[in-house]
């Protein structure tokens, strides 16, 4: 955008401010707001009575270019009553909304994205942003991958853009593939898929790459550190066999200490070579092969075979406490075979060594898990298309205990006509839990269920929303929810 046109977007965005007189709410900087990708937000008067009154924010109209896949995020700067939904797009387009109407406070058209005819393989058309950016608030610089058409062909390129204004921070962006592959990695563009979601931890940025729909191949699982302050990639690990993929939505996930990712299947070998596993990585990327930092299955080869990626989901990292004090460190991951896979965090197992492995689908599980918790347990909801439980497209509560013969049981299950990942709000962490999903490629309407019970609590009566694609997840803030959509936000307002 012009100078002119930022300077103009900024006095209007500093005139909404200084005319809202409601509370500011916290940012939500990164896939389903937390390192750990739980799905968990707090919004303290959205009570289950509360969310009957949900409605569609007719007065929120966003214009936006591109089809979306990537979560909004929420940027709310210091001492603003107003903040700011930033958006990219597979046009490689990214904005800044204002929060209340949907307003341009700033776009950047970043560099041409790939028309799908110029890849060997995939189902997006065209390719640019996919995986959700990421914010560091410390220095308001959002994070995100973009595949972009270069005269040396498709570059993943990695950018970091000013939250002021859009604009492209000196020395970025990072051409991914000359980086990686000047360490030494096996890195083409063209092959390596970037749906995940960034992560950025411990002051260091983290990519992670498998392959676009229809596996062609060469390419590997691939997770990427960058140092943001010198805008290089200092480290890279990558899965020892071909394939490999890391593609969950939220790719990969941290603890506060470690990381994990999830990988799908590999080829073209016959022993081990890091498919079909939950990973444990630490910064700087080192990794070992011993059972304390790897999960795979006993039959990862049967998985490989018949491309039930373990890796249908991220891994995500959890606590259970106990009211006695003791608190049970756990990762838990749900693959394309329908099964779900606990772990204990800190002794992942190596193979066959899961603490539970649970039949929960009778089909793939590919959309990001959310969790509530409780004393002793938790609850995990997930969409599926079907299990023992119930029949159809629906979304399921799972209970999750530390311990036990049956850790993993089922708690409900209702019927929901499409994909979207859901979300979980409470008004202070523990009250009110109500699970939230959009039927996206189904009905298109927005559901949301009683997270003890299943009961329904709102019944969306707007007009289905157009241009949703599955995986589909929900933002949620203070105000509103947002759900990204083809060419368009959409938002739900709370009633006063």
Known sequence: MTRLGSVLALLALALALAASGSAPAASVTTYHNSLQRLGAYKI?????????????????????????????????????????????????????????????????????????????????????????????????????????????????MLYALSLADGSVLPNWPIDMQAALTGLGASFDSAH??????????????????????????????????????TATVEAYWQTRGARGGIWAQGGIAGDGQDLFVTTGNTSGTTDWADGEA?????????????????????????????????????????????????VAQRVIAFGKDGNAYLADRHYLGGIGGALAVAPVSSGAIR????????????????????????????????????SGVSPITFAWCVALNGQGAPIITTTDGIANPIAWAAGAEGDNLLHGFDAMTGASVFTDTAPAMTGLHHFATILATQRRFYIAADNTVYAYAFAP
């Open 44 to 156: 303290e008067r959205l009570t289950l009575a509360a969310a009957a009154g949900v409605h569609r924010d007719t007065g929120f109209n966003a214009s936006i270019s591109g089809n979306v896949y990537a979560q909004p995020l929420y940027w709310q700067p210091e001492g603003a009553k107003i903040g700011l939904i930033i958006v990219a797009t597979e046009s490689n387009s990214v904005y800044a909304l204002n929060e209340a109407t949907g307003a341009i406070v700033w776009q950047n058209q970043l560099a041409a994205s790939v028309p799908l005819a110029q890849l060997p393989c995939g189902n997006i058309d065209p390719m640019g942003i996919t995986g959700t950016p990421v914010i560091d608030p410390a220095t308001a610089t959002l994070y995100l991958n973009a595949l972009t058409a270069t005269g040396g062909g498709p570059r993943h």
């Open 192 to 229: 390596q898929g970037s749906r995940s979601a960034l992560l950025f931890f411990q002051g260091r940025l983290y990519a992670t790459y498998g392959g676009n729909a229809g596996d062609c191949q060469p390419y590997h699982g691939t997770v990427a550190q960058v140092a943001p302050a």
């Open 278 to 326: 939950i990973v444990r990585l630490v910064p700087g990327l080192a990794h070992s092969t011993k059972p304390r930092d790897n999960f795979v299955p006993a039959n990862w080869q049967d998985l490989d075979a018949s491309d039930k990626d373990l890796g249908g989901t991220e891994a995500l990292p959890f606590d259970i406490k106990s009211s006695g004090g003791t």
């Open 367 to 402: 959309t990001a898990p959310a969790i509530y918790h409780m004393d002793g347990s938790i609850k995990v909801a997930f969409t599926s298309r079907g299990s023992t439980q119930c029949r159809g497209s629906n979304l399921t509560m799972l209970n999750v205990a530390a």
